[in-house]
C-alpha cells in the first residue's frame, strides 16, 4: 500500500512572521508532504499588519518552499483542518513558558478530533528569544530588526514606524 501523504497545518497570527516562524517553515517543511501556513482570522485584536498585509508578507518569504502554502481561517482549528484534510497541527516551543499554553490546546485540540496530532518543533537555539511582539515593541521604539525578520518584512516595518 502506497504511503499516505502528510499535510500540516501551521497555524498562528504572524503579526509579523519572524525569522522563528520560518526556521520552523523551513523545518516543517522538510517533514511534511504538504505544509500549510494558516494565518487566524481574529476580527478582536487590533494587529500591527492587516490579514492582507500578514498573507503577503508570508507568501514573499516562503517562495523558496514549493510544498507551503499560505492561507487564513476561521473558527474551530479542528474543523479547519478536516476541510483542508490535515492530519498534523504543526506549532514551535521555544523555551518552558511556551510548553503549558501549548499543552493546553493540543490537548484540548486532541479532544475536539481525536484524530488530528499536534507536532512541536524547536526553532535554531538563536530564534528562541524571538516573538512578533518583541519585534512589533522593537520597531515601535525605533530599534534596528533587521536580524530579527526577513528583510521583505523588515522594509514593511519601517515603513510602519515613521
Ligand atoms: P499565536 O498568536 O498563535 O501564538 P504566533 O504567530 O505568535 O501565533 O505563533 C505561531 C506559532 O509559532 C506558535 O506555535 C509559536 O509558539 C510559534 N513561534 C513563534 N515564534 C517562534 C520562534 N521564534 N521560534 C519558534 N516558534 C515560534
Request: charged share 25%; glycine share 4%.
Amino acid at each position: 500500500m502506497a504511503a499516505q501523504r502528510i499535510t500540516a497545518i501551521y497555524p498562528g497570527s504572524f503579526d509579523p512572521i519572524t525569522n522563528g516562524h520560518l526556521d520552523l517553515i523551513e523545518r516543517g517543511s522538510k517533514i511534511f508532504d504538504e505544509l500549510i501556513v494558516a494565518v487566524l482570522r481574529n476580527p478582536e485584536k487590533s494587529p500591527l499588519f492587516s490579514l492582507q498585509e500578514r498573507v503577503e508578507m508570508l507568501q514573499e518569504v516562503v517562495q523558496h518552499c514549493p510544498n507551503v502554502s499560505v492561507d487564513t481561517f476561521d473558527g474551530l482549528l479542528v474543523d479547519y483542518a478536516v476541510r483542508r484534510q490535515a492530519r498534523v497541527i504543526l506549532r514551535g516551543i521555544r523555551a518552558v513558558s511556551d510548553f503549558e499554553n501549548e499543552m493546553q490546546m493540543a490537548l484540548m485540540n486532541r479532544k475536539l478530533d481525536p484524530n488530528l496530532e499536534t507536532v512541536f518543533m524547536m526553532p535554531a537555539v538563536a530564534y528562541t528569544f524571538l516573538s512578533s511582539r518583541l519585534v512589533r515593541e522593537v520597531c515601535q521604539l525605533g530599534g534596528d530588526t533587521r536580524s530579527l525578520v526577513p528583510p521583505q518584512v523588515e522594509e514593511r516595518l519601517r515603513s510602519k514606524a515613521v
